[in-house]
C-alpha cells in the first residue's frame, strides 16, 4: 500500500479530495510516481499544436517575466508543448521530468494541471499541497479542457505553471480566453477539412454516377446511389473500413453488404483531411481483380479443396481453423488428431493413432500441430512424406509460415493459409452476424442496426469468431424479433473502445505491439526488443492506442 502525501484529505476542497481518492485507488505513488510515469512520441504537426502553436506565442509574450509556462497536453494528458519564460521554473521542471513526451494522466501523475481537467472535463485549479505527489507540491497550476468544437470530445488541456507563491487568480480566465482562442482554431481546421471532403464528393460526383460515400472523423456524405444500395448497418462497416483502412493512398477491399450484393469498394484518401476517405462501390462482377497483393484467404482456401498434399492453415484461436480446416476436406471423410489430446493420450498411443489413420484414404487432419513434442513432429514430417499425394490438413496458431519452418514441415507442406483474426474484418461483419444468428436461430427476425454493428466492429475480438458467436447467442436469447441496437448487446460491448478512434497507422502499430505481446506471452521486456523500442516507449504506446496490460 502506498504511503500517502503529507497533508490530510480533510484539508482538501471537495474536487481535489475526490481526485486524491482516484489517484489511490490508480495505485500512485506519492513519492515517486513522476519516475514511472511514461513517455510518448509527439507529432509536432497534429491539428492541436497547429492550431495552439500562434495562441501558445502570444501568451509567452504576455506572460514574459511572470516567471510562469504555458504547458499544452493532448487528450491523453501527455504534454505536446511546453514554453518557460524563467529559468529557474523551466529548470525546476525539467528536475521532476515535465517535459515534452511525459504522460501526466492522473492514474499516472496524481492530481495535477494537466490530467485532473481531463479527467473531470473542466477547468481546475491546484496549489501547492493539493498535488498528490510530493515533487509537484512546489507548483501552482491552472489547467484548463480544451474541446473540439465540432464533436464536443476532449481534444487537449492547456496549463499554466508556476511557483507556489507566485500564485494569481487573474491566470485563470487569462487560460480561460487563452483557451477559445484554440478552440476556435480548430473549428477553423476542421472547416477546411469539411471544404475539402465535399470537394472531394463534389469531384467524384462529376466522373461517375455510381454510388459513392465520403467518410471525415465527423461527416459522411453519400450521393443518391448510395443511399438506394445501403442499408443501415452497411454505413458502420464503411465507416469501419474507411477510417481503419491500410496507411496508404488507396486501396480495394471485397465486401458483402446486408442485403446480400457483393461490390468492390475502392478507397482514396482525401489530402489534407486527417483520414478522410473517398469509397467509390461497384458491383463485383463489373469491378476490377483484386490489387496487387491482396490476400483473400477465403479464395486461397477454395482453391485447395480437394487438391492432394499437406496444406497447414494457421490463425489465432477462434479465428476458424477447424472450420477452414472442413473447407478444404471439402465434404470427403476424415480422420482427426488433435495435439491437445496428448496429455490424456500419451505420446504412444498418440503415435500409434497417427500411424493407423495415415494408411487410409481419409483426409487427415492434425490440429495444433505447434503443441506437438519434437518427437512427434518428427513422426509427423516422415508421415506426410509417405502419404505423398493424399491429403492433408494441419492447423497452427498465427504466422503459419514461422511454425511451418519451426516445425521441420515447411519441406512436406505445399501452402500455408492465414486466417485472418476477427478484428481485421470488419467489413465482413454484417454478414458474418446474419450467418452465425441464422445458425443459431433459424429463421429469426432480428435485424442487426448500423450502430449496433458498429460497436461490434470497434471490439478487439480476442476470441475471434467463438467470441462473437458467444455474444450473438446472449443478444438472440433476450431478442427474437425487431432491431437489434446497441442497448441489447452486453454491456461491455456497448461502448466504442479507444481503438475506434485510431487512424489506419495507429490502427498497424497496435496491432504490432498486441502481436509481439502474445508473442511473448505479455512480457513487455521482450516486446519491447522484439519492436526495437525502448520498454518506456512501449508503455507509453500501450497507453495511448488502448492496448491492455
Known sequence: MHE?????????????????????????????ALERAAFADVDPASRLVVAARPVLDEMAEQLRGTRFCTILGDSSATIVDRRCDSATVEYALDRIGAVTGRHFAEDSAG??????????????????????????????????????????RIAGVLDITGITKDANPLLAPFLVRAVRDIERRLLEGARQSERRLLSAFQTAMRERSGPV??????????????????????????????????????????????????VRVLAERIPGAGDGTLLRLAPLAAAPGPSAGEFDPLRQLAALRGAGGAVLIGGEPGSGRTRAAQAVVGGRGSRVLDATDLPVLGEHAWARRLADYAE???????????????????????????????????????????????????????????????????????????????????GSRVRFTSSAVAALAAQPWPGNLRELETVLRQVVGHRTTGDVVVSD????????PKTANLGGRERAERAAIVEALRDTDGNKVQAARRLGVSRTTLYSRMRALGVPG
Open 489 to 496: 448487446l452486453p454491456p461491455q460491448y456497448r461502448a466504442v
Open 4 to 32: 500517502c502525501p503529507t497533508q490530510g484529505p480533510s484539508s482538501l476542497r471537495a474536487e481535489i479530495e475526490l481526485s486524491w481518492r482516484r489517484a489511490r485507488l490508480g495505485g500512485v505513488a506519492p513519492h515517486n
Open 213 to 262: 460515400v465520403v467518410f471525415g472523423a465527423d461527416v459522411v456524405l453519400m450521393n443518391q446511389a448510395a443511399t438506394d444500395l445501403l442499408d443501415a448497418a452497411d454505413h458502420g462497416v464503411l465507416r469501419a473500413l474507411a477510417l481503419d483502412g491500410p496507411d496508404r493512398d488507396a486501396w480495394t477491399r471485397s465486401l458483402t453488404l446486408g442485403s446480400g450484393a457483393d
Open 360 to 442: 487410409r484414404d481419409d483426409v487427415l487432419v492434425v490440429e495444433e500441430v505447434h503443441l506437438l513434442p519434437d518427437v512427434l513432429r518428427a513422426r509427423l514430417v516422415r508421415t506426410l512424406t509417405a502419404r505423398g499425394d493424399r491429403p492433408t490438413v494441419l492447423t497452427g496458431p498465427a504466422d503459419a509460415r514461422s511454425t511451418l519452418e519451426t516445425a521441420g514441415l515447411a519441406s512436406t507442406c505445399r501452402a500455408a493459409v492465414e486466417l485472418p483474426p476477427l478484428r481485421a474484418r470488419a467489413v465482413e461483419l454484417p454478414s458474418l452476424v446474419k450467418e452465425m444468428v441464422e445458425k443459431i436461430r433459424p
Open 111 to 152: 492530481t495535477n494541471g494537466l490530467g485532473t481537467p481531463v479527467e473531470v472535463g473542466r477547468g481546475m485549479v491546484v496549489h501547492g499541497g493539493e498535488h498528490y505527489v510530493e515533487a509537484l507540491k512546489p507548483f501552482s497550476c491552472y489547467g484548463h479542457p480544451i474541446f473540439n468544437p465540432v464533436t464536443r
